[in-house]
């Protein structure tokens, strides 16, 4: 992301007012210059209304009150989450287009996702045109073979940033089409709905859903199936099934464009498993600080092996500190600091068995201190879903990532 002084520079190059003595953001800035390139003629088709989807909060945002009162109440139900790419459907004359929720690095305009969806584009929904919908892009797949093997959401992250042409062939020839899974609408033809309750909404998917259905286009366009009961086994549910999570939102609430709303939270699977800290990189931001970037976690298999579960660079600065020493004027970190136990938490195994979202909980010190043999993680079903697909499973860890002072080099992996 450009500065905002280069974002200042950009607006007086294009003359876009920016009142003097005012402090701005780069969120205000990145707004003008995005409305700048919407006046601005883009030759062939013209860009869509600029909507920033609404985000959702995670649940262990609030406290465990307030988690076990959204569970239970009435006012709030549930739908499953999937693991895609944001997309915003916008019903329109000249067909259906899609954009996501990340700006083009040029214009500032949501990037268009349309080219790539080739059989979501052209379904014929005029009936529905000028409607505006929410959802999620995905591949039903758990794995995906790309040029090489790669999980549902890397896929598809990659289908809908490559050309359009390879995006096509590549769906058309192997029958692995994208899905589109709709859980909210803003416009009903026409008619602005951000400001009704969910439970309002709800009633204009109905009719769209029952519309796609009559029409045959159940293949690819999905609904989300809201629960009002009984969310924490539907939670669950999920979850054994391999789902992602859910997100529970308040029936009540409006849409909030752009907005990370406590009305919708998310409840994603995770683990926490006990971690001991294995290696570490350097990271050239906070190499220039004379800081470690990054610290490397492992665990012991269920044959014994040390195995990298991931990188974890969201340490606090005092943390940082502590765990740093400067060797021949490279920011190292301390020995001592090796095989020091850590509480962490990761959301799933991806291919290269390293955990999604890794993250540090605690460090295992003073009366939670912990051995390092309970860092322990038995990885077989995870193996298994790699052998069954023809994934290779990766080899354990090198014992010299574990050394001190060894330089890094382009070819030395985590």
């Known amino acids: 992301m450009k500065k905002l002084s280069e974002l200042i ?36 088709l013209q860009p869509l209304e600029q ?24 006012r709030y139900a549930c739908g499953e989450k999937k693991n895609g790419i944001r997309g915003i459907l916008h019903i329109r004359p000249e067909g259906n287009r899609f954009t996501s929720r990340n700006r083009c690095a040029n214009t500032y305009l949501l990037n268009e996702l349309t080219e790539n969806v080739p059989h979501l584009k052209n379904l014929n929904l005029r009936d529905f045109e000028g409607s505006i919908f929410d959802g999620e892009l995905y591949l039903p797949s758990e794995f995906v073979k790309l040029d090489t093997f790669a999980n549902a959401l890397e896929a598809t992250t990659a289908l809908l940033h490559c050309s359009p042409d390879k995006a096509r062939d590549y769906q058309e020839s192997t029958g692995q089409r994208i899905h589109y899974h709709i859980f909210d609408v803003l416009r009903a033809n026409g008619q602005h709905l951000t400001t009704r309750p969910l439970r309002e909404r709800v009633q204009y998917l109905k009719d769209f859903q029952g519309f796609i259905k009559s029409s045959g286009h159940e293949e690819h366009i999905r609904f989300e199936e809201l629960v009002f009961n009984a969310k924490e086994e539907h939670f669950r549910k999920i979850i054994e099934a391999g789902g992602e999570g859910i997100v529970l939102k308040d029936l009540n609430a409006s849409y909030f464009p752009g907005a990370r709303s406590s009305s919708w939270l998310k409840l994603k699977r995770s683990s926490t498993t006990d971690a001991i800290i294995i290696g570490y990189d350097r990271g050239n931001e906070w190499d220039k600080k004379g800081l470690i970037g990054s610290v490397e976690l492992g665990v012991f298999d269920e044959y014994g092996d040390l195995r990298s579960i991931g990188r ?16 021949d004027g490279v920011p190292t970190l ?6 020091t136990v850590v509480e962490c938490r990761f959301q799933e195994l991806n291919k290269n068995l390293r955990g999604r979202h890794l993250q540090i909980l605690s460090f295992r010190e003073g009366q939670n201190a912990k051995p390092i043999s309970e860092c322990y993680l038995n990885l077989s079903k995870e193996k298994e879903k790699l052998t069954r697909v023809g994934i290779p499973i990766p080899g354990p860890v090198s014992e010299r990532l574990i050394e001190i002072g060894v330089p890094r080099t382009a070819s030395d992996k985590f």
């Open 312 to 327: 974890v660079s969201s340490l606090s600065l005092q943390k940082r500190i502590e765990m740093t020493e400067v060797v």
């Open 51 to 74: 909507i920033i989807p609404q985000l959702a909060k995670d649940i262990a945002e609030i406290t465990e009150k307030e988690r076990e009162e959204v569970l239970r109440s009435d």
């Open 334 to 339: 301390r020995k001592q600091c090796l095989g």
């Open 9 to 44: 520079k950009e607006c007086r190059e294009k003359g876009i007012p920016i009142s003097e003595g005012t402090k701005v953001s780069k969120e205000d800035l990145i707004c003008k210059l995005a409305n700048y390139h919407l006046e601005q003629d883009q030759g062939g």
